[in-house]
C-alpha cells in the first residue's frame, strides 16, 4: 500500500536525470503528451499544410482513430512525406504553457520523481519532440502505440494492446497500463507514496480514477479530463478519490509539487 510520509534549452538541466540514486524514487509522475506536454494534438500537426482527401479529412465518428491515422500516414507516405519531414513537424510543435518550468523542477528533483509518459499519439512522434526539447532523460517509460518506417520509408502506426475495458479506444486503455506498471514496480520493490496524474483528455479520466486519496490529479482547465472530474464529483460525491488541481500552466503544476516537497509530504 503506498502511504503519505512526514525546448527549452534543457540539455544541461536533465543529464543525468535517468541514473539511478541510492533510494528508489517516492513518487510517480505520470504525464500525457498531446494537448498535454505539447500545445497540440499531434496528429493535426503532422498533417497542417497538407491536402487530404475528403474520406481523410475528419476523424472517424466510429471506428478506430488508430487505425484512420494508420491509413493517413499511408497516404502521406505515398504523397512523399518521409522521415525528416515527420521529424520536423514533431520537432516543432510547441509546449504546453509553464512545461519548460515543470521540466526544470523535475530534472531538479530527479531522485525523488520516476516520470513516464502514457499516450495514444506514437512513439516515433514523441521520442522526436523530447530528444528535441532535451528533456527525454527525465522519462523512465513511454508507454504509446508503435510506429517505425517501412522499406518504402512510409511512417507506419500499430496499436498499443488490446483490452476489455469498454470506457477506451480499443488500441489503448491508459489505466489497464497504469495498474500493470505499478504492479510491476511493486514486484521490483518499488512502491511509491503518491501518484501523480498530468492530462487532458478523456482518456485519461479512466487511468485518473484508479488514483487513491493520497494521489494527485492534475487536469488541464477546460479540457475533457476536467470536466469529465467535475461531472463525477457532482453526481458520485467521494467516488473521485484524489485530489484535484486543474492547470492552466503547467507552472502550476511545479508550484504544487514545490510545497509538497516543502511541507515533506
Same mark, same amino acid.
Given at each position: 500500500?503506498?502511504?503519505?510520509?512526514?525546448? &527549452?534549452?534543457?540539455?544541461?538541466?536533465?543529464?543525468?536525470?535517468?541514473?539511478?540514486g541510492a533510494r528508489p524514487p517516492r513518487f510517480l509522475l505520470v504525464f500525457d503528451f498531446d494537448e498535454t506536454i505539447v500545445d497540440e494534438?499531434?496528429?493535426?500537426?503532422?498533417?497542417?499544410? %497538407?491536402? *487530404?482527401? @475528403?474520406?481523410?479529412?475528419?476523424?472517424?465518428?466510429?471506428?478506430?482513430?488508430? @487505425?484512420?491515422?494508420?491509413?493517413?500516414?499511408?497516404?502521406?507516405?505515398? %504523397?512523399? &512525406?518521409?522521415?525528416?519531414?515527420?521529424? !520536423?513537424?514533431?520537432?516543432?510543435?510547441?509546449?504546453?504553457?509553464?512545461?519548460?518550468? *515543470?521540466?526544470? /523542477?523535475?530534472?531538479?528533483?530527479?531522485?525523488?520523481? @520516476?516520470?513516464?509518459?502514457?499516450?495514444? !499519439?506514437?512513439?516515433?512522434?514523441?521520442?522526436?519532440?523530447?530528444?528535441? !526539447?532535451?528533456?527525454?532523460? *527525465?522519462? %523512465?517509460?513511454? /508507454?504509446?502505440?508503435?510506429?517505425?518506417?517501412?522499406?518504402?520509408?512510409?511512417?507506419?502506426?500499430?496499436?498499443?494492446?488490446?483490452?476489455?475495458?469498454?470506457?477506451?479506444?480499443?488500441?489503448?486503455?491508459?489505466?489497464?497500463?497504469?495498474?500493470?506498471?505499478?504492479?510491476?514496480?511493486?514486484?521490483?520493490? &518499488? @512502491? /511509491?507514496?503518491?501518484?501523480?496524474?498530468?492530462?487532458?483528455?478523456?482518456?485519461?479520466?479512466?487511468?485518473?480514477?484508479?488514483?487513491?486519496?493520497?494521489?494527485?490529479? /492534475?487536469?488541464?482547465?477546460?479540457?475533457?479530463?476536467? %470536466?469529465?472530474?467535475?461531472?463525477?464529483?457532482?453526481?458520485?460525491?467521494?467516488?473521485?478519490?484524489?485530489?484535484?488541481?486543474?492547470?492552466?500552466?503547467?507552472?502550476?503544476?511545479?508550484?504544487?509539487?514545490?510545497?509538497?516537497?516543502?511541507?515533506?509530504?
Amino acid at each position: 500500500m503506498r502511504r503519505c510520509c512526514q525546448g &527549452v534549452g534543457l540539455p544541461c538541466l536533465v543529464k543525468g536525470a535517468g541514473m539511478a540514486g541510492a533510494r528508489p524514487p517516492r513518487f510517480l509522475l505520470v504525464f500525457d503528451f498531446d494537448e498535454t506536454i505539447v500545445d497540440e494534438n499531434s496528429d493535426d500537426s503532422v498533417v497542417r499544410g %497538407r491536402a *487530404l482527401p @475528403e474520406q481523410l479529412r475528419q476523424s472517424p465518428r466510429d471506428g478506430s482513430y488508430n @487505425e484512420h491515422m494508420q491509413r493517413v500516414l499511408a497516404f502521406l507516405g505515398e %504523397r512523399g &512525406v518521409r522521415a525528416a519531414d515527420f521529424r !520536423a513537424a514533431y520537432e516543432n510543435i510547441p509546449l504546453s504553457p509553464g512545461m519548460a518550468e *515543470l521540466f526544470q /523542477f523535475l530534472s531538479k528533483h530527479h531522485e525523488l520523481f @520516476e516520470v513516464v509518459l502514457i499516450s495514444d !499519439a506514437n512513439t516515433f512522434g514523441i521520442e522526436a519532440k523530447l530528444r528535441a !526539447a532535451g528533456v527525454r532523460s *527525465l522519462f %523512465r517509460k513511454i /508507454f504509446s502505440n508503435p510506429a517505425g518506417f517501412d522499406r518504402r520509408g512510409f511512417l507506419t502506426l500499430g496499436p498499443y494492446h488490446s483490452h476489455k475495458c469498454l470506457g477506451c479506444p480499443a488500441n489503448m486503455c491508459k489505466r489497464k497500463i497504469l495498474t500493470e506498471y505499478l504492479a510491476e514496480r511493486a514486484q521490483e520493490e &518499488v @512502491e /511509491f507514496q503518491r501518484v501523480f496524474y498530468v492530462g487532458d483528455g478523456a482518456n485519461d479520466f479512466c487511468p485518473s480514477g484508479t488514483l487513491t486519496a493520497a494521489d494527485v490529479a /492534475f487536469p488541464r482547465k477546460g479540457y475533457p479530463m476536467h %470536466r469529465m472530474i467535475q461531472e463525477i464529483q457532482e453526481k458520485q460525491p467521494g467516488a473521485f478519490q484524489a485530489a484535484v488541481v486543474p492547470w492552466e500552466s503547467a507552472a502550476e503544476v511545479a508550484r504544487y509539487l514545490q510545497e509538497l516537497l516543502k511541507r515533506k509530504c
